[in-house]
């Protein structure tokens, strides 16, 4: 099992940052950021493969957010820079079990935090 704990969301005015945090007990061989917001479906950010460390990010975010992790504290980060309203929502860490880590399949992730929220105001 493995357990996520994710802070550093809040309140921020368009064209700001912020840096969310996962505490992961252990990283699996994938992890990811997702976002969801009332009434939409949950959508992938961005994806580190642990091992090699190659990233994905999706194109909305493209050039923005960045994806990374601490290894020696067990934390994956992700920094958002140039915050648009759009970017509003609920931010989950995810960790993959195995086989496929895909952002547009959030089934592939088996391990899932209870969620930061972020308000980006115009």
């Known amino acids: 099992q493995v357990q996520l704990v994710e802070s550093g969301g809040g309140s921020v005015q368009a064209g700001g940052s912020l840096r969310l945090s996962c505490a992961a007990s252990r990283y699996t061989y994938c992890m990811g950021w997702f976002r969801q917001t009332p009434g939409k479906e949950r959508e992938g950010v961005a994806r580190?493969?642990?091992?090699?460390?190659?990233?994905a990010i999706v194109d909305s975010v493209k050039g923005r957010f960045t994806i990374s992790r601490d290894n020696a504290k067990n934390t994956l980060y992700l920094q958002m820079n140039s915050l648009k309203p759009e970017d509003t929502g609920m931010y989950y860490c995810a960790g993959a079990r195995g086989g496929y880590c895909s952002l547009f399949r959030p089934a592939d992730f088996a391990y899932w935090g209870q969620g930061t929220q972020v308000t980006v105001d115009s």
């Open positions: 580190i493969l642990t091992g090699s460390s190659s990233t």
